[in-house]
């Protein structure tokens, strides 16, 4: 019986399985990855190998659900006749009751929102555990996700607003890379400058938040000198409302994650 089973071998499976084996968190002999196109299988024995590959389920000791909302159902009942073992959904948006109705009676079933950036091993994922789920089957979907990023726990209801900031988070931030590239063009720089410099900030400003022992708004007042350029530039973000932008995009995202979770 295999130790894990990722069903999906699309960009987050894969991601998670390399993130697996680059920890050492789990052996590669312990892993199988369901696929069912052969081609992207054939992708994924080299990029990933030594990892057991196959185009249906088998039977093993826990399962990974990692394909496109639409294919959870039918994944869930492969995988549960085949003999699931206790299951991690990483689809967005699909539910646990949507889960736990599709899988064997008293599976145990910890639902996750991860985001893009697990695919460069730095992504952020919250968790939900289902009706019969218990400490150590969070754990165990921790120990999971936590080799591609950081975990949270919080109740299911949660994971709409994780969705509408984590989840849909890295688009926010990629627009702002944009604005910032344009805005450098704008002033003068030629664009490969203004794109290298804008990047490193955001790479700069994410690793002082990341690594250093103060919170965004000390960070933010060590750069804003009395009367300088930065005071200057915060004015006029303040000016068009950036700050209630961002409040309203998570909302707005938050929302979008209700509606699409209840239909």
């Given at each position: 019986m295999t130790a894990l089973q990722v069903i999906g071998g699309g960009r987050m499976g894969e991601a998670l399985v390399g993130g697996l084996l680059k920890t050492g968190s789990v052996p590669a002999g312990d892993i199988r990855v369901v696929e069912p196109i052969e081609a992207r299988r054939k992708e994924l024995a080299d990029l990933l190998p030594g990892v057991a590959l196959a185009a249906s389920p088998e039977q093993a000791d826990g399962t990974v659900i990692a394909v496109k909302p639409g294919d959870v159902p039918a994944a869930c009942r492969a995988a549960a006749a085949a003999g699931s073992g206790r299951v991690l959904s990483i689809a967005a948006g699909v539910t646990l009751a949507t889960l736990e109705a599709e899988l064997a009676p008293a599976t145990a079933v910890v639902r996750a929102m991860p985001n893009t950036p697990a695919l460069v091993g730095v992504g952020a994922a919250a968790i939900a555990a289902g009706t019969t789920a218990t400490d150590d089957d969070l754990a165990w979907a921790e120990s999971l996700l936590g080799a591609v990023g950081i975990v949270v726990r919080v109740k299911e209801p949660l994971l709409d607003a994780v969705t509408g900031l984590s989840g849909s988070?890295?688009?926010?931030?990629?627009?702002?890379?944009?604005?910032?590239?344009?805005?450098?063009?704008?002033?003068?720089?030629?664009?490969?400058?203004?794109?290298?410099?804008?990047?490193?900030?955001?790479?700069?400003?994410?690793?002082?938040?990341?690594?250093?022992?103060?919170?965004?708004?000390?960070?933010?007042?060590?750069?804003?000198?009395?009367?300088?350029?930065?005071?200057?530039?915060?004015?006029?973000?303040?000016?068009?409302?950036?700050?209630?932008?961002?409040?309203?995009?998570?909302?707005?995202?938050?929302?979008?994650?209700?509606?699409?979770?209840?239909?």
């Open positions: 988070g890295p688009a926010y931030v990629f627009l702002v890379a944009e604005a910032l590239i344009d805005a450098g063009v704008l002033a003068g720089l030629p664009r490969d400058v203004s794109s290298a410099l804008a990047i490193q900030t955001l790479l700069g400003a994410a690793t002082l938040l990341a690594e250093g022992r103060d919170g965004p708004e000390a960070l933010r007042a060590a750069v804003t000198s009395p009367g300088g350029t930065t005071a200057a530039g915060l004015r006029a973000l303040e000016h068009h409302g950036v700050r209630a932008a961002f409040l309203d995009a998570v909302s707005a995202a938050t929302e979008r994650a209700k509606q699409l979770g209840a239909s």
